[in-house]
């Protein structure tokens, strides 16, 4: 946390196993650094449709709160990222792949042959690994904040605070694929 400001309820809750949170540290500084190769933009698209796609509101609402103006995302891409698919109008090619890629990651603990050829056309290496464990990661972090139950921190946006303006277009079969919070 940047100096002065008090730790998150994660950390809080984390906190609660040193050993664990120390292990995890050196990796989670990684994942929020300026040494991941993706662009904060495309981290920030995988990490809110990964713990989306979780039902992980804490994590969610956290990176939306913290992250999503500063990165550029707009209201229509945070309600799709949330509600919506890789094929909303929102979308550039680049960021549809990244969706793309962290739903495949999410419905099949894979990345099919043909998303994997069109992502490695717009990625380089480095980022197609970091892709992998980037959504790998915010999975982890979404069971922890879900199963021990961490309260949403204050001011943070809730899923139902985009599905107000979730597009027209959503199907009852889109809605229903992603969890609700508990």
Known sequence: MPAGTPPIGLFRTFVRNLPMTEAMSGWGAYELSRGLSLSMRDREILIDRTCARCGAEYEWGVHVMFFAERVGLTSEQVTSLTHGSADDPCWSARDSLLVRAADALHD????????????????????????????????????????????????????????????PRLTQSSQTSMPSPR
Do not use: K, N, T
């Not at 043909?114 to 290496?125: C, F, M």
């Not at 979404?142 to 949403?152: C, D, I, T």
């Open 108 to 167: 099949e603990s894979d990345i099919g042959d043909q998303l994997w050829s069109e992502l490695a056309a717009e990625l380089g290496e480095a980022e197609l690994l970091d892709l992998l464990l980037l959504c790998g990661w915010y999975h982890a972090i979404s069971y922890v904040a879900r199963g021990a139950r961490v309260e949403r921190e204050p001011g943070a946006p809730r899923f139902s605070d985009v599905a107000q303006r979730a597009m």
